[in-house]
């Protein structure tokens, strides 16, 4: 089975060769435990390549000061940069209307597909319709599901991978990731990122063919790397 590269020898390493290209890869975690930099490393690989990168990016996590370090060649970035076409919604409704520029792209050759905060602007718009009934709240997880739907047929159809970021919350003595069910039922790979005071762990929680393990790892200029090799 083919598969896309990590943009990173030792997450290659890990996961058998990268993320595999006909699935949404969810990565999720608490703040500052490295989701970004993962979705980062990946559009770096791609677009070094000359691989066409649709970045939807709803949390401002995008920086190009972040890729040129991982670049490394001031020649190389504008080529790069070139190569990601970047959409950046600032709330639900702006996200859906991302999701049909999406298709719209589609018409051009993509190699990979990033949407770094698939939860946030729906956990606010989901917060306000608490006051609105149970309609409206089934309506926001309608939705959720038909644009993860949407991204699982086109990795299935198109064999275009799909890494999506989510934030997690704190439930009875355990974190939580955001959207529950729906993630998790098309995300066929699991990637739980903790950030335990500055020590970074990886948990594949889901894969179709790899066992449940762990990374420890850090997070420097050009990416990311096992703990112990730096």
């Known amino acids: 089975m083919a598969k ?20 949404v890869t969810v990565i999720y975690g608490g703040a500052g435990s490295g989701k970004t930099n993962f979705c980062l490393l990946a559009a770096v690989s791609q677009a070094k390549k000359g691989k066409k990168v649709i ?6 996590g995008f920086s190009v000061e972040r890729i040129k370090q991982m670049v490394g060649e001031k020649d190389g970035v504008e080529a790069v940069l070139e190569s990601i076409f970047l ?22 050759q993509v190699d990979l597909i990033v949407v770094d905060g698939m939860t946030i602007l729906y956990r606010l718009d989901f917060a306000d319709a608490r006051d609105k009934g149970d309609g409206a709240l089934q309506m926001i997880n309608s939705e ?7 991204l699982a047929e086109i990795a299935r159809k198109k064999e275009i991978p799909v890494l999506v970021t989510n934030q ?8 939580r990731m955001v959207g529950g069910d729906i993630l998790k039922y098309w995300g066929k790979c699991l990637i739980e990122l903790v950030n335990d005071k500055g020590r970074r762990t990886a948990y594949l929680r889901k894969h179709r063919s790899l066992p449940e393990k762990s990374l420890d790892f850090v997070i420097d200029n050009r990416g990311i790397k096992k703990r112990g090799w730096i």
């Open 4 to 23: 896309l590269s990590a943009g990173s020898y030792d997450l290659n390493t890990w996961l058998y060769g990268g993320y595999e290209t006909d699935i």
């Open 87 to 108: 959409l950046k919604p600032t709330n639900f409704e702006e996200q859906k209307k991302a999701f049909v520029e999406l298709n719209k792209r589609l018409r051009d």
């Open 144 to 150: 959720l599901a038909k644009q993860m739907k949407t």
């Open 168 to 175: 997690v919350y704190h439930w009875e003595d355990e974190d």
């Open 55 to 60: 970045f939807i990016d709803t949390e401002g």
